[in-house]
């Protein structure tokens, strides 16, 4: 199984998109600072997550929920700032 998560941050209420085999193993290095793009502004809050077959599948809706609209959508749904 493969995943794509949503996360926010607790410290600026940014949203972070990714995917992944394990995501509670992901979401524990997000927030001990061992993901680059996201140390700055950890601790993260998982949001949601969506379970799929393969990785393309996966891959393929995290770039959709990084589009900008989609992105805008989550930070609105969510109460999140615009970068």
Partial sequence: ??????LKSLKNNDIYVGSTSDFRNRLNLH????????????????????????????????????????KESLRKKYGAVAK
Avoid: C, D
């Avoid at 997550?49 to 609209?69: D, I, N, P, T, V």
């Fill in 31 to 70: 927030n001990r600072g061992k993901v680059k793009s996201t140390k700055a502004n950890r601790p993260w809050q998982l949001l949601e997550h969506y379970e799929f077959e393969s990785r393309s599948e996966a891959f393929r809706q995290e770039m959709f929920y990084k589009s900008g609209q989609q």
């Fill in 1 to 6: 199984m493969f995943y794509v998560y949503i």
